[in-house]
C-alpha cells in the first residue's frame, strides 16, 4: 500500500504562483510514477502531469505544459508541483496519484484509471 498526503493548496490571484506538495509513504520502492489531476466540480477528473519515479520523465497536459513544473526528491519522498501564471480555470481540487504498474504509452499516463493510490486533494482557487 501507498499513502499520499496533498498540501500546498490555497488561494491565489491570476498571474500568481503556487507549489503544490505530495508525500509519498509506506510501499514507495515499487512506485513507478506519481501524477497530479485536477476536477471541478461537475466535471471529470483530468490530468495535469506526472513523473517517473526513478528515471527523468515528465508529462504534461497541453493546457499547463509552460507554466507548471512537477518535480521530486526522491530522498524525501516528495513530488511537486510548481504552479505559475496562474488562471481562473486552473481552479480545482488537486490530487495526487501513484501507481506500480509499468506503463508503455503517453496515453497510460494521463489515464485516471492507470492510478491505484490517491491522495485526499487539496483546493486550489485563483481569482480573476
Known amino acids: 500500500q501507498v499513502q499520499l498526503v496533498e498540501s500546498g493548496g490555497g488561494l491565489v490571484q491570476a498571474g500568481g504562483s503556487l507549489r503544490l506538495t505530495c508525500v509519498v509513504s509506506?510501499?514507495?520502492?515499487?512506485?513507478?510514477?506519481v501524477g497530479w489531476f485536477r476536477r471541478v466540480p461537475g466535471k471529470e477528473r483530468e490530468f495535469v502531469s506526472a513523473?517517473?519515479?526513478?528515471?527523468?520523465?515528465?508529462y504534461y497536459a497541453d493546457s499547463v505544459k509552460g507554466r507548471f513544473t512537477i518535480s521530486r526528491d526522491n530522498n524525501k519522498n516528495t513530488v511537486y508541483l510548481q504552479m505559475n501564471s496562474l488562471k481562473p480555470e486552473d481552479s480545482a481540487v488537486y490530487y495526487c496519484?501513484?501507481?506500480?504498474?509499468?506503463?508503455?504509452?503517453?496515453?497510460?499516463?494521463?489515464?485516471?484509471?492507470?492510478?491505484?493510490?490517491w491522495g485526499q486533494g487539496t483546493q486550489v482557487t485563483v481569482s480573476s
Open positions: 509506506g510501499r514507495t520502492f515499487n512506485t513507478y510514477v
Open positions: 496519484a501513484a501507481d506500480d504498474r509499468a506503463k508503455f504509452l503517453t496515453d497510460q499516463y494521463m489515464d485516471v484509471t492507470e492510478y491505484d493510490y
Open positions: 513523473i517517473r519515479w526513478t528515471v527523468s520523465r515528465t
